[in-house]
């Protein structure tokens, strides 16, 4: 076992939010007697040891022997994803046991046996294993300093226990704990996807417009990142996303002969697929391009709309305009900005711009 005591007192104690001076009242020990634990100039006798696992809520061979610590439990965890991902939930199961009895304050373990208590839940409605699902969620919180892993956070963990609580029926209580902690709107669809099953169509309303129009400006972001992703990667696919984005835009419109705020996106679409076509040598493709490009654009500009109530299933008149694009006002504009000067000087962009500028200028 590697010893790496003074390293691990000291990346403890950061974690912990402690300061030397802090830790050495904590312990009763003096300030002097933390720096040399931590520069290794001495080494805590086991009863200090002990103290200062149990501060930590870790072990003593935690303590002494991090990196064969995370070596053991990374195999641990490794072994409980197999057995997960085989449906063998016994096997999962009896390694969950046993990885929570050797390492009870261990992030990592806590937080993996919750989630195999919840895919059991989740697969047998078995109300006991959810009980002990939502046990080691709590659990697993004061043991976040621990975590590495940005997506995992106290409002995630509570969103899994809101949403398990919703699955066993108990709505109210779920419902809460998803409100609570509806992060950047985070659990809007969820929270109106359970209203609306209730039958409480005002409440599933806000909840479910919001959800629709974070979808919508995520799924324009997304497709129009693989667009330039791939086109970046040289593969041909970059046009199969970007014809996947057009397609979904237009489908979300409800009357096409109508002005509305998918124009200025398609404007911008184009625009990229221009710049894209002629890098790829297809200078005939992105004269096509911007040329479309343009048309959008000008229509667009010609009579701006950002109405939501031009877009499919949103009918009411109290919802504020939240689709963006992050371009600011004017499609023109926004071609300019979000594309041209967010795009690498080169031939390709100098034959898109000057396009465009002699179509302007007609």
Not at 56 to 79: H, P, W
Not at 150 to 163: P, R, T
Not at 208 to 237: H, P, Q, V, W
Request: some cysteine.
């Amino acid at each position: 076992m590697k010893m790496r005591i003074a390293e691990n007192i000291k990346t403890l104690r950061k974690q912990h939010s402690f300061t030397q001076e802090q830790l050495s009242e904590a312990l009763g020990v003096t300030v002097s007697a933390v720096y040399k634990w931590e520069s290794g100039q001495s080494v805590p006798e086991v009863k200090m040891l002990m103290e200062l696992a149990d501060l930590f809520e870790i072990s003593v061979d935690t303590l002494l022997g991090y990196d064969r610590q995370n070596e053991n439990i990374e195999n641990r965890i490794k072994r409980i994803g197999k057995f997960v991902a085989e449906r063998d939930f016994d096997e999962a199961l009896v390694e969950a046991k046993k990885a929570l009895k050797k390492y009870p304050n261990n992030f990592n373990i806590v937080y993996t046996a919750a989630n195999v208590y919840m895919i059991i839940f989740s697969d047998k409605k078995d109300k006991r294993a959810m009980n002990k699902a939502i046990e080691l969620f709590y659990s697993a919180i004061p043991l976040l300093y621990q975590n590495k892993e940005n997506s995992i956070n106290e409002a995630s963990i509570l969103n899994l226990i809101g949403g398990m609580y919703i699955s066993a029926e108990q709505t109210e209580k779920g419902l809460e704990i998803l409100k609570k902690n509806n992060v950047c709107g985070i659990n809007n669809a969820t929270i109106g996807l359970t209203y609306a099953r209730l039958g409480k169509t005002d409440e599933a309303k806000n909840y479910l417009y919001l959800a629709y129009s974070d979808n919508i400006n995520s799924t324009f972001r997304m497709l129009f990142g693989m667009m330039l992703m791939y086109a970046e990667g040289k593969s041909e696919l970059y046009l199969e996303a970007g014809n996947v984005l057009v397609n979904y835009l237009d489908n979300l419109v409800v009357d096409k002969e109508k002005v509305t705020f998918i124009d200025k996106l398609k404007a911008l679409i184009f625009a990229q697929l221009a710049i894209i076509t002629a890098d790829f040598g297809k200078y005939d493709e992105a004269e096509k391009n911007i040329s479309i490009a343009h048309q959008y654009a000008i229509r667009f500009d010609s009579t701006p709309s950002y109405s939501p109530q031009d877009i499919k299933f949103i009918d009411g008149t109290d919802l504020c305009a939240v689709l963006a694009d992050g371009s600011g006002e004017g499609a023109v504009g926004a071609i300019e900005n979000l594309v041209f000067e967010k795009t690498e000087p080169g031939e390709a962009l100098d034959f898109v711009k000057n396009r465009f500028a002699e179509l302007m200028n007609k």
